[in-house]
């Protein structure tokens, strides 16, 4: 089946500092891909759309200039957390869609625990 | 504004057992419901799915029973198992299209004693 990829599963950064985190489609082209964001005990929100070769489109409450989103190619899409502050500390998870598996095309990377100190 | 509500918050069954989650939407756009299995410290998986021109579907322990006119679906768990304890969720979508997105309800933790 579909899997996605997601790096790095941990990263502890320094407060200000800025982290990337990657997503790749391994073994299909992900035109759209999806980021949430999961705090303890809770749901995931969603925090944006990111489409292959255009600006992502971010939910509404997400601060574009915070959680910078590049999706550059059919394979890879990267969330960038600028100036990271505590309050950013989450649990980030990925999704691509899969288009050939049709409606049930969705299939989420392994999360990315980010601790901001 | 919570798009897809789900119940209980958490859910403790004996093994064997028949746990039943609950959700609730509103939005008749919808048309695609999806459940997902989540461990902790991993992404959800998705476990069973549902459009709405049928009433029931089954995936060996798993059945969604989805209501059109009250707006709900539900899981059962048949035969429930402790590696069943997890956290489960409800969500939906609408269309099929670039523009879709996964949207999910609050979540159950489901725990399975021996």
């Known amino acids: 089946g579909a899997v996605v990829s997601q790096h790095p599963s941990r990263v502890i950064c320094k407060s200000g500092t800025s982290v990337k985190i990657e997503c790749r489609s391994l073994d299909f082209q992900a035109t759209t891909m999806f980021w949430y964001r999961q705090f303890p005990k809770q749901s995931l929100m969603l925090m944006a759309t990111s489409n292959e070769g255009s600006k992502a489109t971010y939910e509404q409450g997400v601060e574009k200039d915070k959680f910078l989103i590049n999706h550059a190619s059919l394979t890879l899409s990267t969330l960038t957390v600028t100036s990271a502050h505590p309050e950013d500390s989450s649990f980030y998870i990925c999704?691509?869609?899969?288009w050939g598996s049709g409606w049930d095309g969705y299939t989420f990377g392994s999360g990315t625990r980010l601790t901001v100190v | 504004q919570q798009q897809v509500k789900q119940s209980p918050q958490s859910l403790i069954v004996q093994k064997g057992g028949i746990p039943i989650i609950n959700c609730a939407y509103e939005n008749t756009a919808f048309d695609y419901f999806p459940w997902y299995q989540q461990f902790p410290g991993k992404g959800p998986a998705l476990l069973i799915a549902?459009?709405?021109?049928?009433s029931e579907k089954k995936e060996g322990r798993f059945t969604i029973s989805f209501n059109k006119s009250a707006k709900q679906f539900s899981l059962h768990i048949m035969d429930s198992q402790p590696g069943d304890s997890a956290t489960y969720f409800c969500a939906a979508s609408t269309g099929y299209s670039s523009a879709s997105k996964i949207i999910f309800g609050s979540g159950t933790r489901l725990s399975i004693r021996p």
């Open positions: 549902i459009r709405p021109d049928v």
């Open positions: 999704s691509a869609r899969d």
